[in-house]
Structures are given as structure tokens and as C-alpha cells.
Nanobody
Framework: QLQFVESGGGLVQPGGSLRLSCTAH????????IGWFRQAPGKEREGVAC????????NYADSVKGRFTITRDNAANTVYLQMNSLKPGDTAVYYC???????????????WGQGTQVTVSS
């Protein structure tokens, strides 16, 4: 089972920034597509950003394009999500997962970790 630890969430004012981290344990994430997903209260989980295997390409949900950036640090076995210009609508629990996204698609399936809470509020 591929395990991740998500971190970096918190409370931020609208317009602010956060960087989330997704660290893999027990495997090398370079070989996998890694996606960031989020779930707001009362809503379905949605994919927001995907880094294809070996970091060859990325794709984003329309709602975050131009504001969020997904990157990899292979030495740290970690994928990051830099979130800028945050809006109240970005408030959610954020999760990462392997091989549940690709070019233009995200798949909500399987088990999930604890995630990290992001709250955007003044």
C-alpha cells in the first residue's frame, strides 16, 4: 500500500499563500503520477493538480489554474502544492494520492490518508 503524509495546511486570509507537502513512505514516488485532491464540507472530493510520473507534465483543475503549482523534490521524495491567491472557496481538506490522475483526469477511488486542513477566512 502506497502511504503518504500530507502537511502544511492552516488558516490563511483571502489572498494569502500556503505550501502543502506530500511525502511518500516506503516507495519512490518518481515512478507515479501524484495528484492533489480536496474535499470541502458537504461536497464531493475533487482533483486539483496532477504531476505525471517523472514530473513529465502537470495538469490542473480550472478552478485553480494560474494560482496553484504542483512540483516534485525527488531527493525528499515529496510533492508540493504551492497555493497562491487563496479564496474562501479553496477551504477544504487536501489529500494526495498516487496513480489517481493523468492528463486531464482525476479519479476519486480507494482509501485516503488523513489529509491536511486548509481554511481561507478573514
Amino acid at each position: 500500500q502506497l502511504q503518504f503524509v500530507e502537511s502544511g495546511g492552516g488558516l490563511v486570509q483571502p489572498g494569502g499563500s500556503l505550501r502543502l507537502s506530500c511525502t511518500a513512505h516506503g516507495f519512490t514516488l518518481d515512478y507515479y503520477a501524484i495528484g492533489w485532491f480536496r474535499q470541502a464540507p458537504g461536497k464531493e472530493r475533487e482533483g486539483v493538480a496532477c504531476s505525471l510520473s517523472r514530473g513529465l507534465n502537470t495538469n490542473y483543475a480550472d478552478s485553480v489554474k494560474g494560482r496553484f503549482t504542483i512540483t516534485r523534490d525527488n531527493a525528499a521524495n515529496t510533492v508540493y502544492l504551492q497555493m497562491n491567491s487563496l479564496k474562501p472557496g479553496d477551504t477544504a481538506v487536501y489529500y494526495c494520492a498516487a496513480d489517481r490522475c493523468g492528463s486531464g483526469w482525476f479519479l476519486d477511488t480507494g482509501s485516503w490518508g488523513q489529509g491536511t486542513q486548509v481554511t481561507v477566512s478573514s
